[in-house]
Nanobody
């Protein structure tokens, strides 16, 4: 059974940086996740797409709101994907969820993803 475990969230001041990680366990990772990604959900709002990366790392997709500030990378050998966040803003405050294995064409829709982590809180103070 595949499990995704996020870590690295916390409290940071506006303008600061933070890196969150997602470690995959179970046999599927080494067998191929076509994509891994991150979504976030702020209180009272829907879960929204943040960023995704292909298996090879050659393709990445970012939400307009985080372009130029967030980057994603993955290390297949370590079964881990990283989200590096810089120039953080208070509106980046949310629970960040790791997602894996895109099962349909719409990479931006939460329903397109097969596996989810439990989430890690990121809070940006002003």
């Amino acid at each position: 059974q595949v499990q995704l475990v996020e870590s690295g969230g916390g409290l940071v001041q506006a303008g600061g940086s933070l890196r969150v990680s997602c470690a995959a366990s179970g046999s599927t990772f080494s067998n191929y996740f076509n994509y891994m990604g991150w979504f976030r959900q702020a209180p009272g709002k829907e879960r929204e797409f943040v960023v995704a990366i292909s298996w090879s790392g050659a393709s990445t997709y970012l939400a307009d709101s985080v372009k130029g500030r967030f980057t994603i990378s993955r290390t297949n050998a370590r079964n881990t994907v990283y989200l590096q966040m810089t120039s953080l803003k208070p509106e980046d405050t949310a629970v960040y969820y790791c997602a894996a294995d895109l099962s349909s064409g719409n990479i931006y829709a939460p329903t397109s993803w097969k596996y989810w982590g439990q989430g890690t809180q990121v809070t940006v103070s002003s």
